[in-house]
């Protein structure tokens, strides 16, 4: 199985909203997540935390802690992955999205009964979200 590691950042203003984006592929259908991505050889998984929102959403941000390490593993794609999930603030920039990728459509903060209903690109993120974010 292939191995991809990558970094998610939680980051929830004073309304208590988590920091999301509208991702997908051009074929796919359109989902939040937090911002995230894969990490790179030569960077730690803070620093790919960081550039991840900042591609994704145009804002600065600082890690405050890890929350907490994901692992799954997809059949299907034989692939193993393992996400760094950080609790973060934002430091500075302004909403912009600047993906290189062109995967993101949209950046949003959404409240907990927005979070509740809506569609999540990664569902298993749900619980853990709401549970953090009350």
């Not at 796919?28 to 803070?46: C, H, L, Q, R, Y």
């Not at 550039?51 to 890690?63: A, C, D, H, S, V």
């Amino acid at each position: 199985m292939k191995k991809w590691y990558g970094s998610a950042g939680v980051c929830i203003n004073e309304e208590g909203q988590v920091l999301m984006v509208l991702q997908g592929r051009p074929d796919e259908k359109k989902m939040w997540a937090i911002p995230s991505g894969g990490k790179e050889n030569d960077v730690t998984f803070k620093e790919c935390c960081v550039r991840e929102i900042e591609e994704e959403t145009g804002y600065l941000t600082e890690i405050l802690e890890e929350i907490k390490i994901k692992r799954i593993t997809y059949e299907k794609l034989a692939i193993v992955a393992e996400v760094h999930y950080f609790l973060v603030r934002v430091i500075g920039g302004e909403r912009s999205i600047q993906d290189p990728d062109q995967l993101i459509y949209d950046v949003d903060w959404k409240g907990v009964a927005e979070l509740n209903t809506m569609e999540l690109t990664y569902p298993d993120d749900r619980d853990f979200l709401m549970s953090y974010i009350s």
